[in-house]
Protein backbone atom coordinates (compact mmCIF):
# COMPACT_ATOMS: atom_id res chain seq x y z
CA UNK A 1 0.00 0.00 0.00
CA UNK A 2 1.28 3.52 -1.12
CA UNK A 3 -0.12 7.01 -0.59
CA UNK A 4 2.01 10.15 -1.38
CA UNK A 5 2.14 13.72 -0.51
CA UNK A 6 0.62 15.66 -3.00
CA UNK A 7 3.04 18.34 -3.90
CA UNK A 8 5.52 16.15 -6.63
CA UNK A 9 8.69 17.76 -5.79
CA UNK A 10 8.42 16.07 -2.47
CA UNK A 11 6.44 13.02 -3.55
CA UNK A 12 7.44 9.94 -1.00
CA UNK A 13 5.22 6.71 -0.05
CA UNK A 14 3.88 7.72 3.34
CA UNK A 15 2.72 4.20 3.78
CA UNK A 16 5.49 1.40 2.93
CA UNK A 17 5.50 -1.97 3.55
CA UNK A 18 7.76 -4.96 2.74
CA UNK A 19 6.88 -9.11 3.12
CA UNK A 20 8.24 -12.36 2.76
CA UNK A 21 7.23 -15.98 3.64
CA UNK A 22 9.40 -16.88 7.07
CA UNK A 23 9.76 -20.80 7.83
CA UNK A 24 9.08 -20.78 11.16
CA UNK A 25 5.78 -19.96 13.39
CA UNK A 26 4.08 -16.98 14.02
CA UNK A 27 4.32 -17.74 17.62
CA UNK A 28 8.42 -17.93 17.40
CA UNK A 29 8.84 -14.64 14.62
CA UNK A 30 6.46 -12.48 17.01
CA UNK A 31 8.84 -13.75 20.23
CA UNK A 32 11.60 -11.94 18.47
CA UNK A 33 9.22 -8.48 17.57
CA UNK A 34 7.23 -8.67 20.80
CA UNK A 35 10.79 -8.48 22.90
CA UNK A 36 13.01 -5.28 22.14
CA UNK A 37 16.33 -6.98 23.50
CA UNK A 38 16.27 -9.00 20.51
CA UNK A 39 14.85 -6.13 17.94
CA UNK A 40 18.76 -5.62 17.24
CA UNK A 41 19.90 -8.93 15.71
CA UNK A 42 17.42 -8.21 12.37
CA UNK A 43 17.15 -4.26 12.75
CA UNK A 44 17.79 -3.72 8.62
CA UNK A 45 17.66 0.31 9.04
CA UNK A 46 20.47 -0.68 11.33
CA UNK A 47 19.74 2.26 13.98
CA UNK A 48 19.01 0.17 17.21
CA UNK A 49 21.96 -0.11 19.75
CA UNK A 50 20.54 -1.89 22.88
CA UNK A 51 17.32 -2.89 24.81
CA UNK A 52 17.17 -3.40 28.20
CA UNK A 53 15.77 -7.10 28.94
CA UNK A 54 12.34 -7.57 30.61
CA UNK A 55 10.25 -5.41 28.21
CA UNK A 56 8.52 -7.98 26.06
CA UNK A 57 5.21 -6.04 24.92
CA UNK A 58 2.01 -7.64 26.53
CA UNK A 59 -0.42 -5.22 25.13
CA UNK A 60 -2.12 -1.44 23.85
CA UNK A 61 -0.44 0.96 26.45
CA UNK A 62 3.27 -0.71 26.73
CA UNK A 63 5.83 1.21 26.45
CA UNK A 64 9.16 0.21 25.65
CA UNK A 65 12.43 2.16 25.33
CA UNK A 66 15.43 1.37 22.61
CA UNK A 67 19.02 3.15 22.80
CA UNK A 68 19.58 4.22 18.99
CA UNK A 69 23.42 3.88 17.26
CA UNK A 70 23.11 7.93 18.08
CA UNK A 71 22.97 7.52 22.01
CA UNK A 72 19.21 8.53 21.72
CA UNK A 73 16.78 7.02 23.33
CA UNK A 74 13.29 6.28 21.88
CA UNK A 75 10.15 5.09 23.79
CA UNK A 76 7.92 3.24 21.37
CA UNK A 77 4.13 3.10 22.28
CA UNK A 78 2.18 0.45 21.77
CA UNK A 79 -1.25 1.04 19.59
CA UNK A 80 -1.96 -2.04 18.55
CA UNK A 81 -1.37 -5.73 19.46
CA UNK A 82 -2.68 -9.24 19.01
CA UNK A 83 -0.52 -11.61 20.49
CA UNK A 84 1.26 -13.79 18.17
CA UNK A 85 -0.38 -11.96 15.13
CA UNK A 86 -0.10 -7.67 15.34
CA UNK A 87 2.35 -5.44 16.90
CA UNK A 88 2.41 -1.69 16.11
CA UNK A 89 3.95 1.18 18.07
CA UNK A 90 4.10 5.07 17.58
CA UNK A 91 8.41 5.98 18.73
CA UNK A 92 8.88 8.96 20.63
CA UNK A 93 11.94 10.78 21.75
CA UNK A 94 12.08 10.13 25.57
CA UNK A 95 9.81 12.00 27.66
CA UNK A 96 7.68 13.40 24.60
CA UNK A 97 4.63 12.83 22.98
CA UNK A 98 5.10 10.50 19.61
CA UNK A 99 5.67 12.89 16.41
CA UNK A 100 2.87 10.34 14.47
CA UNK A 101 5.20 7.73 12.41
CA UNK A 102 4.08 4.08 13.12
CA UNK A 103 5.81 1.17 12.93
CA UNK A 104 3.55 -2.29 12.03
CA UNK A 105 3.92 -5.67 12.10
CA UNK A 106 1.68 -8.22 10.94
CA UNK A 107 1.61 -11.90 10.53
CA UNK A 108 -0.61 -14.44 8.87
CA UNK A 109 -0.01 -18.01 9.26
CA UNK A 110 0.25 -20.07 6.31
CA UNK A 111 0.47 -23.92 8.32
CA UNK A 112 3.54 -26.16 8.45
CA UNK A 113 5.52 -24.12 10.46
CA UNK A 114 5.11 -21.06 7.86
CA UNK A 115 4.29 -17.49 8.21
CA UNK A 116 4.19 -14.22 6.03
CA UNK A 117 5.50 -11.16 7.87
CA UNK A 118 4.56 -7.91 6.88
CA UNK A 119 6.41 -4.99 7.81
CA UNK A 120 4.74 -1.36 7.41
CA UNK A 121 6.04 2.02 7.92
CA UNK A 122 3.70 4.89 8.49
CA UNK A 123 3.79 8.40 8.50
CA UNK A 124 1.20 9.76 7.14
CA UNK A 125 0.29 11.75 10.42
CA UNK A 126 4.22 13.11 10.34
CA UNK A 127 4.27 16.65 10.07
CA UNK A 128 7.07 17.88 11.40
CA UNK A 129 9.49 18.43 8.17
CA UNK A 130 12.53 17.46 10.29
CA UNK A 131 11.18 14.22 10.96
CA UNK A 132 9.51 13.91 7.09
CA UNK A 133 13.26 13.99 6.19
CA UNK A 134 14.34 11.19 7.80
CA UNK A 135 10.73 9.43 7.07
CA UNK A 136 11.49 9.69 3.19
CA UNK A 137 14.83 7.68 3.91
CA UNK A 138 12.49 4.64 5.27
CA UNK A 139 11.96 2.99 2.05
CA UNK A 140 10.93 -0.42 0.96
CA UNK A 141 14.41 -1.49 0.56
CA UNK A 142 15.13 -1.10 4.52
CA UNK A 143 12.06 -2.96 6.05
CA UNK A 144 12.85 -5.69 3.58
CA UNK A 145 16.12 -5.98 4.96
CA UNK A 146 14.51 -6.02 8.16
CA UNK A 147 12.24 -8.92 7.45
CA UNK A 148 15.50 -11.09 5.74
CA UNK A 149 17.85 -10.66 8.68
CA UNK A 150 14.54 -11.96 11.09
CA UNK A 151 14.38 -14.89 8.81
CA UNK A 152 17.83 -15.37 8.48
CA UNK A 153 18.10 -15.36 12.19
CA UNK A 154 15.30 -17.77 13.24
CA UNK A 155 15.67 -20.22 9.71
CA UNK A 156 19.12 -20.65 10.61
CA UNK A 157 18.10 -21.46 14.48
CA UNK A 158 15.47 -24.17 12.86
Known amino acids: MDETQNDPAEAAPRVVSASRVIAAAPGVIFEHIADPALQTAWDGNDNLAAAASGQRVRGVGDVFAMTLTTGAVRENHVVDFDEGLRIAWLPAPEGEQPPGHLWRWDLEPLGEGRTRVIHTYDWTDLHDPVRQDRAR ?22
Open 137 to 158: RTTEASLQASVDRLAALLEQDG
